[in-house]
């Protein structure tokens, strides 16, 4: 689904990364991994195009992918959750997700049953606004909005971070059910180790803004990945 040469990305004169090359398949998470400042987050903006990238060539479905604004590609399929959930504060639960049409024909402008399963308490706070939600029902609300995009590749920047362990499990499941509906590519990024090797089908670990290892669980052992991603 998702393939990535020689990715280069710059803030200024800073170069934030160096060459990544990786793959994500459909039906499969791909877990990225490493220590704070290594370039997980900037590899999701430059993958969603919310940072365009400096260099390198990505493909999607198999069609190469040039420097497209962030819109074009969320309408090419990719859904992008990014680290502090950015969803709209003065709107509704309702229009928060609603703002996810703007990537469908207008006959699949609706919500699917589907999030409401999956996300219950949505459904009881559909008029209450997104900035009075809790940062748990916050990043239930940031994938419910990506999931109604019906994105062919989802990307995830820290699900876990600042959550309650129960909404945590939740966020895990809903995962492993969007995983195993086999039309998606997941990429994770998260820092809770237990989570992601839980989760994860393959992985990269990154270190000064370049894969230090990668491969599937059968290739790298759990203790390799404690070691590379450890300070």
């Known amino acids: 689904m998702l393939k990535i040469q020689d990715l280069t990305l710059h803030y200024g004169s800073s170069q934030i990364l160096n060459g990544v090359s990786l793959e994500a398949e459909t039906g499969k998470v791909t877990c990225v991994m490493g ?3 290594v370039g997980k987050t900037s590899l999701l903006k430059a993958i969603s195009g ?3 990238r400096s260099g390198g060539r990505m493909e999607l479905n198999g069609e190469e992918i040039g420097r497209l604004p962030a819109h074009a590609l969320a309408r090419k399929g990719i859904g992008y959750v990014p680290q502090g959930r950015d969803i709209f504060p003065l709107l509704s639960v309702r229009e928060n997700l609603e703002t996810g049409f703007a990537c469908l024909p207008k006959s699949e402008h609706y ?8 996300f219950p308490i949505l459904k009881d706070f559909l008029h209450r606004r997104g900035g009075d939600l809790s940062g748990g ?25 600042g ?9 895990g499941r809903v995962i492993e059910y969007l995983r195993d509906q086999g039309t998606m590519a997941i990429v994770l990024v998260e820092q809770y180790f237990e989570f992601a090797y839980g989760l994860a089908d393959q992985f990269v670990v990154m270190r000064r803004g370049a894969v230090l290892k990668q ?13 590379a991603v450890s300070v």
Do not use: S, Y
């Open 111 to 118: 919500i699917p049953d589907e999030v409401f399963e999956l």
């Open 137 to 161: 029902q916050q990043q239930q609300l940031a994938i419910a909005r990506a999931m109604i995009t019906k994105p062919k590749l989802l990307l995830l920047d820290e699900p876990t971070e």
């Open 163 to 171: 959550i309650q362990p129960n909404i945590i499990q939740q966020i």
């Open 35 to 37: 220590t704070n400042g």
């Open 50 to 52: 919310t940072h365009p």
């Open 215 to 227: 491969g599937t669980k059968a290739e790298l052992t759990k203790a390799e990945l404690v070691e």
